[in-house]
């Protein structure tokens, strides 16, 4: 037997003799569900705007479906219900990896319990905001879910990417007048319905907001757009092209892209175009 052999078996021997210095694996302890048999097994999912809260009722919150991808079986849906969450802890307290973030205070969640017989690997699909049918995003995610090991606290988190971009004035379909200056307006939230403004927790000042007005599907003219603070809208004065250039009107649209994380929304609406206003007495 080497010499490197015998100082192995006695290193060996020594731990066996003092069983002080093996370190328990804690994280290793076998759970205590039952060998065999369904298991009721408890996941909350929660669906947020990417870099902003919880999608909540204010913004209709989200429908959450739950599939076993080996059977193609729904094994739960429901709609995720509740508050956009505490604006200081998810945006504002510092906190360590496993630290909770949207479960600290409450928010809105989807809970379920589902009865599994084995290690099922689902696919967890989120849509929303349900209340902005134009600003719908959908995202999904799979994961290996075990029988009895729920998956509490902040849950399966998924997140939805974009913002809530409306034009506010003119009204979508407003006939414009040829030749004359009009003001556009438009709100910018986020999914979680968060206004959008400078120096705020979503700062306006790093976001590319800008509005476009377009003859067909060409871009005719791009508008820089500024932060009103009474109205809390972003505007830009335009004027309103001829009707013989526009016999079909044109169509105004906003954009808010925001490249350092993604997120990026848009509106837009037609208006038709009259050469001068029509008044009440020339009806007559």
Known sequence: MTRLSLLSRALILSLLQ??????????QLLPHSPLNG??????????VAHGAMVLGREVGGARITITDVETGSILATGLQQGEAGDQNQIMRTPRMMEEPIYSSRPSAA?????????????EILAEGPLAHPASLQRTRKTILLIPGED?????????????????????PYEPLIAKHDVTLQASVRTLSGSLVRPHGDWDSRKIRIYGEILIGDRVMERLQ?????????????????????????ITLRVIAADLSTGNSGMDQADYPVLSQRVSSTSKH
């Open 18 to 27: 003092f069983p002080s210095f093996l370190t328990p694996a804690n994280s």
């Open 38 to 47: 369904p298991q009721p097994t408890t996941v909350i999912v929660r669906v």
């Open 110 to 122: 989807f809970t379920t319990t589902l009865q599994l017989q084995k290690p099922t690997v689902v």
């Open 151 to 171: 998956l509490t606290n902040d849950g399966i988190v998924l997140h939805l990417y974009g913002y809530l971009v409306h034009i506010e004035r003119p009204t």
């Open 225 to 249: 757009m500024f932060y009103d603070e009474r109205s809390r809208m972003f505007e830009a004065p335009f004027f309103v092209p001829p009707s013989g250039d526009v016999p079909d009107g």
